[in-house]
């Protein structure tokens, strides 16, 4: 499993960015994905989530109605859409295969791209 996270950056409050994730390695077409956050000095938070086809999509309450989750299977990429980021939306964001788990464990996963918002 190997997936490759791209589009973090410095941005203002309230702007926007658009991240990416490459897979390779497994069958993306049939594979729940998630994307995850680690601020400095915390643990991982699990931020959204997103079924095989991308019918179905989950967010935390944090981000609900400024996020999409999103995916091509014809690309093997997934896409966080995060608008009016706020300054505790900076973190180190992950892409990982699978759902959602409840343990916070997510052993698939990338090395993150670093996402700062500050003014």
């Known amino acids: 499993v190997l997936l490759v996270e791209s589009g973090g950056g410095l941005v203002q409050p309230g702007g926007s960015l658009r991240l990416s994730c490459a897979a390779s390695?497994?069958?993306?077409?049939?594979?729940?994905m998630t994307w995850v956050r680690q601020a400095a000095g915390k643990g991982l938070e699990w931020v959204s989530s997103i079924s095989w086809s991308g019918g179905s999509t989950y967010y935390a309450d944090s981000v609900k109605d400024r996020f999409t989750i999103s995916r091509d299977n014809t690309k093997n990429t997934l896409y966080l859409q995060m608008n009016g980021l706020k300054p505790e939306d900076t973190a180190l964001y992950l892409c990982a295969r699978g759902g959602k788990v409840d343990n916070g464990n997510y052993p698939s996963r990338g090395q993150g791209t670093q996402v700062t918002v500050s003014s």
């Open positions: 390695g497994f069958t993306f077409s049939t594979s729940g």
